[in-house]
């Protein structure tokens, strides 16, 4: 056998205790100047665009983000947005079309420009 071998080694690492004092319930906050997801956002919408196909609820929840920065229900689409999602542009209008078939949202297409897309309440 080697005695080689240093059995401290094979121990799993000391994980540090957090101080009472710090514990808290709450959620994690966005730090200041961070992007955030404003709310609240009904759920059942949120529940029929995820039992959608593809990426519609990305471009969902993308739409409801440019919402809360609005402060309003009528949104450009934002590719931009939709890239940092992960989110091509072929696969944001696949997207945006599920979500209109669903009765999530209506949407305005104009030729050369944004598409408007206004949120809709969820039945």
Do not use: T
Not at 7 to 13: D, M, Q, S
Not at 21 to 42: C, D, T, V, Y
């Amino acid at each position: 056998m080697d005695s080689d071998i240093n059995i401290e080694n094979l121990r799993w690492p000391k994980v540090k205790a957090i101080p009472a004092g710090h514990l808290s319930n709450k959620p994690p906050r966005h730090k200041a100047g961070q992007h955030f997801l404003k709310g609240p956002i009904p759920w059942n919408w949120v529940s029929k665009a995820a039992q959608l196909h593809g990426k519609a609820l990305h471009v969902g929840i993308c739409l409801w983000y440019l919402a809360g920065l609005k402060i309003s229900r009528v949104v450009p689409m934002s590719m931009e947005r939709l890239l940092e999602l992960g989110v091509n542009r072929f696969a944001a209008y696949r997207g945006l079309k599920a979500l209109e078939e669903a009765g999530l949202v209506r949407v305005a297409r104009h030729k050369g420009r944004l598409s408007k897309v206004e949120l809709l309440d969820c039945a």
